[in-house]
C-alpha cells in the first residue's frame, strides 16, 4: 500500500512536468523564444499539445502501456532541459501538499455511469465507428478522455486516469501562486481571491468532472490573457484567448457560455481583424482543434458536427450512423434536467415541452438548485471578498478600472442562465462577475498584507488536508461498493454483465445490479448499455457498430 502509493505521488510529479515539457515543445514550434516566468503556462499549452497528440495516436496506433510510457519520458526529458530546477522542487513540493485530494475511492457519478468505460472502449484496440451506438452518452463524451487513455501504464492499467484531471486544478493553483509571488500586478487581488476559493471550496477530486476541469482553464484564460496587462503582443494575446476557448469547448461544450469575454477580447483596444484572422498560428490550431472534434464526432455518430442533422451520413446507405432522433432526445433531456425538469414539485407538475416554453422552469429552478447550491456558493464568495479586504488587505483604496468587462460578463452569465443553468457549468462567470461588481462598489485595497495572505493559505492547507483524511477513513469504513479496497486509486468494483459472442467479438450487455444503477461500468469487454441488438463488423482494427 506505501509503495503503491509513493509511485501515484511520483507519477503525478513526473506527469505535471511531462506535460510542462510538451507545452515547451509546443512553444518552441510556435517560435517563442522566451522562458515564461510562470512553468505553468507551459502546463496549459501542454495540455493542448497532449490533447492533439492523444487523438492522432488513437487513429493511427493501438493503444500500447510501453508506448504511453514513453510519451510521458519524453515530456519529463524536454522539461528538464528547458527549466531551472526550483520549478521542479516547487512542482514536487505542490504536488505533495495537494496529494490527499487525489486519494479517492468514490468518484463522481457520471464516472461509473458513462466517464469511465467511455475510456475503456478508446484504449481496448479498436477503432469504434458507431460508438454511440452502445451507450448514446459516448456522442458528447469529453475529448479530454482521449488525454486520460495515455495514462494507461503497465501494472498499474487505468488506475492513473484520474491524475490529468487532478493536474489541472494543481496547475491552476500553482500559477496563481507564482503570479501572486510577483506582487507587481494589478490582477493580484483577483489572483488571490481564486487560489482561496480553490483551496477551500474545490477540495474533492470525486467532484472534477469534466465541467470542473473546463471551468479551471477558463479561469486561467482570463486571468493569463484576458484581465491582466500582459507583456506579449496584443494581437498575440487575443490568438491565445481564442486558442484556449476554442479548447475548453473540446471539453465541455457548455464553456461556450464564455463567447462574450471572448469578443470583449477581440474588439477591445487595437482590433484589426484581418491580423488576426490571417495569423498563421491560429489558423492552423484552430484548423487542427476543429478537424479533431469532426473526426472525434464522426467515428461515433457518423456526424460530421452532432450538432446538425444535415452533416450526418445517410443512415440507409451506412448502418453504424447513430440514430439522429435520439440525439435530439439527449439534447432535450440534457436542457430540461439543468433546469430542472426531474426535479419538480409533485404537487404541480408540468409537461415537459409546457415547462420550457416562456421561462416557466425558472421557479422551480430557483427553488430546487438557485437557493440550495448557487446561493451558497455566493456566500463563499462574499466571505472570501470580506477576507481579502478586511484582513490580508491594506488600507489604501484601489478601484479596479476595468469595467465595460462587466457588461460581457452579464450577457455571458444570462447564457448560462438560459442553456445551462447548473452550477457545475458556470462557476468562472459566476465567480468573476461577483468579483468585479464588488470590487467596483466595495473597492478592494490596493496592497496586501503578506503575512496575513500566507496565514490564510495555510489555514486552507490545514483544511484541505485533515478534510480528505477524514473523507478518506470515512471511505474504509463504507458497506457498499465504494469501500476503499483498491488504495490509493478509486473503486472497480466487479458488476454484474450478460456476456455474449458476435463473429468472434466477445461483449457484455449492462444488467442491474444491487445497490448500483444499470451502468457498464468496468465492464471486461466492449459493453452495450442498452436492450437493443447491436451489430458488429470488422475491417482491420477498425470496427463498425450499428443498432439492428
Same mark, same amino acid.
Given at each position: 500500500?506505501?509503495?503503491?502509493?509513493?509511485?501515484?505521488?511520483?507519477?503525478?510529479?513526473?506527469?505535471?512536468?511531462?506535460?510542462?515539457?510538451?507545452?515547451?515543445? *509546443?512553444?518552441?514550434?510556435?517560435?517563442?523564444?522566451?522562458?515564461?516566468?510562470?512553468? *505553468?503556462?507551459? %502546463?496549459?499549452?501542454?495540455?493542448?499539445?497532449?490533447?492533439?497528440?492523444?487523438?492522432?495516436?488513437?487513429?493511427?496506433?493501438?493503444?500500447?502501456?510501453?508506448?504511453?510510457?514513453?510519451?510521458?519520458?519524453?515530456?519529463?526529458?524536454?522539461?528538464?532541459?528547458?527549466?531551472?530546477?526550483?520549478?521542479? =522542487?516547487?512542482?514536487?513540493?505542490?504536488?505533495?501538499?495537494?496529494?490527499?485530494?487525489?486519494?479517492?475511492?468514490?468518484?463522481?457519478?457520471?464516472?461509473?455511469?458513462?466517464?469511465?468505460?467511455?475510456?475503456?472502449?478508446?484504449?481496448?484496440?479498436?477503432?469504434?465507428?458507431?460508438?454511440?451506438?452502445?451507450?448514446?452518452?459516448?456522442?458528447?463524451?469529453?475529448?479530454?478522455?482521449?488525454?486520460?487513455?495515455?495514462?494507461?501504464?503497465?501494472?498499474?492499467?487505468?488506475?492513473?486516469?484520474?491524475?490529468?484531471?487532478?493536474?489541472?486544478?494543481?496547475?491552476?493553483?500553482?500559477?496563481?501562486?507564482?503570479?501572486?509571488?510577483?506582487?507587481?500586478?494589478?490582477?493580484?487581488?483577483?489572483?488571490?481571491?481564486?487560489?482561496?476559493?480553490?483551496?477551500?471550496?474545490?477540495?474533492?477530486?470525486?467532484?472534477?468532472?469534466?465541467?470542473?476541469?473546463?471551468?479551471?482553464?477558463?479561469?486561467?484564460?482570463?486571468?493569463?490573457?484576458?484581465? =491582466?496587462?500582459?507583456?506579449?503582443?496584443?494581437?498575440?494575446?487575443?490568438?491565445?484567448?481564442?486558442? *484556449?476557448?476554442?479548447?475548453?469547448?473540446?471539453?465541455?461544450?457548455?464553456?461556450?457560455?464564455?463567447?462574450?469575454?471572448?469578443?470583449?477580447?477581440?474588439?477591445?483596444?487595437?482590433?484589426?481583424?484581418? =491580423?488576426?484572422?490571417?495569423?498563421?498560428?491560429?489558423?492552423?490550431?484552430?484548423?487542427?482543434?476543429?478537424?479533431?472534434?469532426?473526426?472525434?464526432?464522426?467515428?461515433?455518430?457518423?456526424?460530421?458536427?452532432?450538432?446538425?442533422?444535415?452533416?450526418?451520413?445517410?443512415?440507409?446507405?451506412?448502418?453504424?450512423?447513430?440514430?439522429?432522433?435520439?440525439?435530439?432526445?439527449?439534447?432535450?433531456?440534457?436542457?430540461?434536467?439543468?433546469?430542472?425538469?426531474?426535479?419538480?414539485?409533485?404537487?404541480?407538475?408540468?409537461?415537459?415541452?409546457?415547462?420550457?416554453?416562456?421561462?416557466?422552469?425558472?421557479?422551480?429552478?430557483?427553488?430546487?438548485?438557485?437557493?440550495?447550491?448557487?446561493?451558497?456558493?455566493?456566500?463563499?464568495? *462574499?466571505?472570501?471578498?470580506?477576507?481579502?479586504?478586511?484582513?490580508?488587505?491594506?488600507? &489604501?483604496?484601489?478601484?479596479?478600472?476595468?469595467?465595460?468587462?462587466?457588461?460581457?460578463?452579464?450577457?455571458?452569465?444570462?447564457?448560462?442562465?438560459?442553456?445551462?443553468?447548473?452550477?457545475?457549468?458556470?462557476?468562472?462567470?459566476?465567480?468573476?462577475?461577483?468579483?468585479?461588481? %464588488?470590487?467596483? /462598489?466595495?473597492?478592494?485595497? &490596493?496592497?496586501?498584507?503578506?503575512?496575513? /495572505?500566507?496565514?490564510?493559505?495555510?489555514?486552507?492547507?490545514?483544511?484541505?488536508?485533515?478534510?480528505?483524511?477524514?473523507?478518506?477513513?470515512?471511505?474504509?469504513?463504507?458497506?457498499?461498493?465504494?469501500?476503499?479496497?483498491?488504495?490509493? /486509486?478509486?473503486?472497480?468494483?466487479?458488476?454484474?454483465?450478460?456476456?455474449?459472442?458476435?463473429?468472434?467479438?466477445?461483449?457484455?450487455?449492462?444488467?442491474?445490479?444491487?445497490?448500483?444503477?444499470?451502468?457498464?461500468?468496468?465492464?471486461?469487454?466492449?459493453?452495450?448499455?442498452?436492450?437493443?441488438?447491436? =451489430?458488429?463488423?470488422?475491417?482491420?482494427?477498425?470496427? /463498425?457498430?450499428?443498432?439492428?
Amino acid at each position: 500500500m506505501i509503495i503503491k502509493t509513493l509511485f501515484y505521488y511520483i507519477i503525478l510529479v513526473l506527469s505535471l512536468c511531462s506535460i510542462c515539457g510538451y507545452g515547451i515543445l *509546443f512553444s518552441y514550434i510556435s517560435k517563442e523564444k522566451d522562458i515564461s516566468e510562470n512553468i *505553468f503556462n507551459y %502546463f496549459f499549452k501542454g495540455l493542448i499539445f497532449v490533447t492533439i497528440l492523444s487523438i492522432i495516436y488513437h487513429f493511427l496506433f493501438q493503444n500500447n502501456k510501453i508506448i504511453n510510457v514513453i510519451i510521458l519520458f519524453l515530456g519529463i526529458v524536454i522539461c528538464i532541459k528547458n527549466i531551472e530546477f526550483k520549478n521542479i =522542487k516547487f512542482i514536487s513540493f505542490l504536488s505533495l501538499i495537494f496529494f490527499s485530494g487525489l486519494l479517492i475511492s468514490k468518484t463522481h457519478e457520471d464516472f461509473s455511469v458513462y466517464h469511465f468505460q467511455h475510456i475503456k472502449e478508446l484504449t481496448d484496440g479498436y477503432i469504434k465507428f458507431g460508438m454511440s451506438n452502445l451507450d448514446i452518452r459516448y456522442f458528447y463524451s469529453s475529448i479530454f478522455s482521449y488525454v486520460q487513455t495515455i495514462f494507461r501504464f503497465p501494472y498499474f492499467n487505468l488506475n492513473l486516469i484520474n491524475i490529468p484531471i487532478y493536474l489541472i486544478y494543481i496547475s491552476l493553483i500553482g500559477y496563481l501562486t507564482l503570479e501572486i509571488q510577483k506582487k507587481k500586478n494589478e490582477a493580484n487581488f483577483l489572483n488571490i481571491f481564486f487560489l482561496i476559493l480553490l483551496i477551500f471550496k474545490f477540495k474533492r477530486m470525486s467532484e472534477f468532472g469534466y465541467d470542473y476541469i473546463g471551468q479551471f482553464i477558463l479561469i486561467y484564460l482570463f486571468l493569463e490573457f484576458i484581465y =491582466k496587462d500582459s507583456k506579449v503582443s496584443e494581437l498575440k494575446s487575443k490568438e491565445e484567448s481564442i486558442i *484556449f476557448f476554442l479548447y475548453t469547448l473540446l471539453i465541455k461544450i457548455s464553456n461556450i457560455y464564455f463567447l462574450p469575454i471572448i469578443i470583449y477580447k477581440v474588439v477591445n483596444k487595437e482590433f484589426n481583424i484581418k =491580423k488576426l484572422i490571417l495569423n498563421y498560428k491560429l489558423i492552423i490550431i484552430s484548423s487542427i482543434l476543429i478537424t479533431l472534434f469532426t473526426l472525434n464526432s464522426f467515428s461515433k455518430t457518423g456526424c460530421f458536427n452532432y450538432f446538425f442533422e444535415f452533416s450526418c451520413l445517410s443512415k440507409n446507405k451506412y448502418n453504424w450512423v447513430i440514430d439522429y432522433n435520439s440525439v435530439e432526445k439527449t439534447k432535450k433531456i440534457s436542457q430540461s434536467w439543468a433546469r430542472g425538469y426531474y426535479h419538480q414539485n409533485k404537487n404541480n407538475l408540468l409537461a415537459e415541452k409546457d415547462y420550457n416554453k416562456n421561462l416557466k422552469w425558472i421557479n422551480n429552478w430557483f427553488q430546487i438548485h438557485f437557493i440550495p447550491k448557487i446561493i451558497p456558493y455566493i456566500m463563499t464568495l *462574499f466571505s472570501i471578498f470580506l477576507i481579502i479586504k478586511f484582513f490580508i488587505g491594506k488600507s &489604501k483604496k484601489y478601484k479596479i478600472t476595468k469595467d465595460k468587462i462587466i457588461y460581457f460578463l452579464i450577457v455571458s452569465n444570462l447564457i448560462w442562465l438560459i442553456f445551462f443553468p447548473q452550477l457545475r457549468f458556470g462557476i468562472t462567470g459566476i465567480s468573476l462577475l461577483f468579483f468585479l461588481i %464588488f470590487s467596483k /462598489f466595495l473597492k478592494i485595497p &490596493k496592497n496586501y498584507n503578506n503575512k496575513k /495572505f500566507i496565514l490564510i493559505v495555510i489555514l486552507g492547507l490545514i483544511y484541505f488536508n485533515l478534510s480528505n483524511i477524514i473523507r478518506v477513513n470515512k471511505e474504509f469504513h463504507r458497506e457498499d461498493i465504494y469501500k476503499f479496497t483498491n488504495f490509493p /486509486f478509486f473503486a472497480l468494483p466487479k458488476l454484474n454483465f450478460n456476456e455474449y459472442s458476435q463473429k468472434q467479438i466477445k461483449y457484455n450487455r449492462s444488467m442491474k445490479n444491487d445497490n448500483f444503477w444499470r451502468t457498464c461500468f468496468n465492464s471486461e469487454y466492449i459493453c452495450i448499455n442498452h436492450d437493443e441488438d447491436v =451489430k458488429f463488423e470488422t475491417k482491420g482494427r477498425i470496427l /463498425f457498430i450499428s443498432k439492428k
